[in-house]
């Protein structure tokens, strides 16, 4: 990856807001010369006497050397000020614009990207990636560029005292190349396989505390999670290895640059001995010669840092150019009939569902059940178009859904699923979700409808009460509720339920099923039904059975054909009657 590219990334897209951060670092490295040269020349009026007994100290003009040397200490104070917080205050600042790119573009993204990789991963790009991403712009970019620019500035200097001793000082910076491509190696081979350690530790972490309620439940609180210590175990081992193994060779680099002050030492000796150059141009390069080299030895080791948080600037740049979810041109719906069109879908090769055609009359209430496996969900993610079709069409309105915005698709979609999730926000923000532009009195007749004020009044702030993270603060058929509450403020025309009441005691039920009947006046409803005595009344009742439509029809019909939904209904009858 380009070092272009890098700044490309590290800068939101936007590599010419890092100028100022590079632009005053390098100033701050170039002037840190000064102060040194200024000493030179106080240390070469000192010399005057001694080269010469008859000339006396100038005194005068080591004043003004000393005046000057303090006006360089301030001026570097100034520039070292200013680069300090132009550094951080813009790295930072483009870091925060930077994870804000990335939430905006999972946003954009297929939800076929998420299946496809695990929680660690994901959350890596926004935290542990693209704090590596910022760790680059404050601390490793800019001070490679400043440790270069310094050497550079003192030998070209140096040169013009003495061309021949200032080539063969930095004669010694190729030499450590080689040790500087051996560590590149070792960083990246061994760097790669630590990020996938750090995300598959942190994919194993997360998975623990999602499950510790079930490994309490299970008795297993004093033994040890195997996945999570073997994770653990392998992130120190690679995480000693990276720092072990390309130690060597950074030593060794550090002192091939050490011995360019000793070529400089010797070589001088020999150039003052044979009359080449005198006194005051040796004494020239032993100071300025010091700080040549120091600042070289620091950006190799920078510059082998950068390699390894490169990674994550790959990592970034490859979700950064991710195919996003666009539509076409058509306009905002009008209708709200869907029809499913010869489509068929797949995970990872492993179809789903197989030349589904079906079509749901706007405001009509149809129901889809079947065994799990079958399909019923994907349906209701094709509709919100989650994932897109492997096969077929999915209409909305006579059009296909791929052709609208998907914010245009998504404003006319409410879902309300058996797995409810809130943010740990308070309860007014949870239902004010669904329509962002609502009023007070909007939000509280929504959650008046869905039967929520009940229990919201019983809160100790009411609707300023914080929920908890997923609403653990809150009962199961409490965040339902809150769920139904957000649809019913968003009021869109298209409602799709993933069986809301399944999993729910029946005072629960009764309370959620009236919410729900609010819920779907006048729209086009897909509800998919576990408990079929729940969608009787349906206009159309689909019956999945692996990834194809069995019958359809109305309840009566489907009773009367005996077909798979007949002994669906049959068993939830004699289940009904099973006494324990």
């Not at 070529?263 to 040796?282: C, Q």
């Not at 006579?398 to 915005?405: N, Q, S």
């Not at 029809?553 to 054909?561: I, P």
Request: net charge neutral; hydrophobic share 45%; charged share 20%.
């Amino acid at each position: 990856m380009s070092f272009i590219s890098t700044l490309s990334t590290a800068g939101a897209g936007n590599p010419e807001k890092l100028a100022p951060v590079f632009l005053w670092t390098l100033a701050e490295y170039a002037f840190r010369g000064v102060p040194y040269g200024i000493l030179l020349a106080a240390v070469l009026e000192f010399y005057k006497p001694l080269a010469e007994p008859s000339l006396t100290l100038d005194t005068r003009q080591l004043g003004i050397i000393w005046i000057a040397l303090a006006a360089a200490v301030a001026v570097q104070y100034f520039i070292s000020r200013k680069a300090y917080f132009s550094v951080n205050l813009g790295s930072y600042g483009i870091g925060a614009e930077g994870r804000i790119t990335i939430a905006e573009k999972l946003r954009r993204l297929p939800m076929g990207f998420f299946n496809s990789r695990d929680q660690g991963s994901i959350g890596a790009y926004l935290i542990s990636d693209y704090a590596n991403v910022e760790h680059m712009i404050s601390h490793l970019l800019t001070q490679i560029a400043g440790a270069v620019i310094m050497p550079v500035v003192l030998l070209v200097f140096l040169a013009f005292q003495n061309w021949q001793l200032a080539l063969a000082g930095a004669a010694v910076i190729p030499l450590a190349l080689p040790a500087y491509m051996i560590a590149k190696r070792i960083v990246i081979s061994v760097g790669v396989k630590h990020h996938k350690a750090k995300t598959a530790a942190s994919s194993r972490m997360l998975e623990y505390l999602a499950g510790i309620r079930f490994i309490k439940s299970f008795g297993l609180t004093g033994v040890r999670f195997e996945r999570l210590e073997k994770a653990f175990r392998e992130l120190k081992r690679l995480s000693i290895k990276i720092e072990a193994s390309a130690g060597p060779t950074a030593v060794v680099s550090t002192i091939i640059l050490n011995a360019g002050l000793t070529v400089i030492i010797v070589a001088g000796l020999a150039f003052l001995l044979t009359g080449r150059i005198d006194i005051p141009v040796y004494i020239t390069f032993l100071i300025l010669g010091s700080r040549a080299f120091e600042p070289l030895i620091q950006a190799f080791i920078y510059v082998n840092e950068t390699h390894y948080y490169n990674l994550s600037v790959k990592r970034v740049t490859k979700l950064l150019d991710e195919p996003v979810q666009t539509g076409g041109g058509a306009p905002k719906p009008e209708r709200f009939d869907i029809e499913f069109r010869n489509v068929s879908f797949s995970y990872n090769e492993t179809y789903v569902l197989e030349n589904i055609s079906l079509k749901l009359p706007e405001q009509s209430f149809t129901a889809v059940v079947g065994t799990s496996g079958s399909g019923k969900t994907t349906l209701t993610r094709l509709i919100a178009r989650f994932w897109d079709t492997c096969a077929g069409e999915v209409l909305l309105g006579g059009c296909d859904v791929r052709e609208y915005k998907p914010e245009d698709l998504l404003s006319c979609v409410s879902m309300v699923f058996q797995d409810v999730y809130l943010f740990d926000d308070t309860v007014y923000n949870n239902i004010a979700i669904g329509n962002r532009t609502a009023s007070e009195s909007e939000v509280k007749e929504a959650a008046e409808k869905a039967g929520c004020a009940e229990f919201i009044e019983r809160l100790p702030d009411k609707y300023g009460s914080f929920v908890g993270e997923g609403g653990s603060r809150l009962s199961g058929g409490e965040k339902q509720r809150l769920s139904i509450a957000r649809a019913i403020l968003k009021n869109a025309p298209v409602i799709l339920l993933d069986e809301a009441t399944a999993s729910l005691d029946p005072e629960n039920e009764k309370h959620i099923q009236a919410a729900v009947n609010e819920l779907v006046k006048n729209k086009t409803v897909l509800v998919i039904a576990h408990r079929l005595n729940t969608v009787v009344n349906a206009d159309k009742i689909v019956v999945m059975d692996r990834g194809r439509i069995a019958e359809e029809g109305a309840h009566s019909e489907l009773l009367e054909s005996g077909g798979l939904y007949r002994r669906l209904w049959d068993e939830q009858q004699r289940i009904k009657d099973w006494m324990f």
